[in-house]
């Protein structure tokens, strides 16, 4: 049968492609691989150098990225997590997302992506309806992820300060003036963990899991529109072919050299597809805006 949109594509746009039989983690890897320097996520960014000023931007490079996704996959798996275990991920576009992401991916478990505006009520739905026994969170979010937690199948609690990878000089100023003002600054119940202790006691190596292209790598949510949200199974196999049929809109796009500025949100397709898992394709860098 005559495919008659294919004369409506933009020029460069093959009609069709091959698509490669690995996990979605493995892009991530290979531009790790190819550019181990480049900057990989920037966040917090004050300011970019220009002649005379400091350097006040504290990127990951690409290195650091994976190095850090494999100490976070090495530390859910000393809590217990496992192939197909949900992993949920309550927090804004930041670097502790692409790492829990990533590292998730890597441990053949499943990302629940969690969207950081949901209420108690909705917030205690997902996490139930996922079956997610682990939860990555912000310390803003903490007393709310609490007030639900009884109710929930939880049983590790992993929490983060939006601080952890700002540049320093940001980063000193947070802490003076904003950090408890806008409750960032929490004391942990017996038995939940810091993010930055878990990976500073991991191992930088990758864990030895077979992923295979067909296993289930995000449940991600609907809207809930018409109803209750619902949890769409995507496997490595769809978010590869997601990402490599985005690239070919993206024909201009040079690898190794393009910023994206994520500012659409993580936690939905469109951000997770066209910002985070293009750029890491292309290894370009994530501006990324909570």
Not at 4 to 28: M, T
């Amino acid at each position: 049968m005559e495919r008659i949109w294919v004369k409506h594509y933009e020029a460069g746009v093959r009609p069709s492609i091959d698509y490669p039989d690995v996990p979605l983690f493995q892009f991530l890897d290979s531009a790790a691989d190819k550019y181990p320097d480049r900057a990989a996520l920037i966040f917090g960014a004050v300011a970019h150098k220009l002649p005379g000023q400091p350097l006040l931007d504290a990127p990951l490079t690409y290195r650091q990225l994976r190095e850090a996704a494999n100490r976070f996959a090495n530390a859910l798996q000393t809590l217990g997590v496992k192939r197909s275990d949900r992993v949920a991920i309550y927090l804004p576009n930041s670097p502790q997302f692409v790492i829990a992401f990533y590292a998730t991916l890597k441990l053949g478990a499943v990302v629940a992506p969690i969207n950081p505006l949901y209420v108690p009520r909705e917030l205690e739905f997902q996490i139930r309806d996922a079956g997610a026994e682990t939860i990555v969170a912000l310390s803003q979010f903490y007393p709310r992820l609490q007030g639900v937690r009884a109710n929930t199948p939880l049983k590790n609690v992993i929490v983060t300060n939006v601080k952890e990878y700002f540049p320093p000089v940001l980063k000193t100023l947070f802490t003076i003036a904003l950090e408890k003002k806008e409750g960032h600054r929490q004391t942990l119940a017996a038995g939940d963990h810091w993010f930055q202790q878990l990976l500073k006691k991991a191992a930088p190596l990758p864990p030895r899991v077979d992923v295979r292209t067909d296993d289930d790598a995000v449940l991600l949510y609907t809207g809930g529109t018409t109803g209750v949200p619902k949890g769409a199974e995507l496997t490595h196999r769809n978010l590869v072919a997601n990402t490599l049929q985005v690239r070919e809109w993206f024909t201009p796009a040079r690898e190794g050299q393009e910023v994206f500025l994520t500012a659409l949100p993580l936690f939905h397709s469109y951000g997770m597809t066209t910002c985070m898992n293009q750029s890491i394709y292309l290894g370009g860098t994530m501006l990324l805006i909570p």
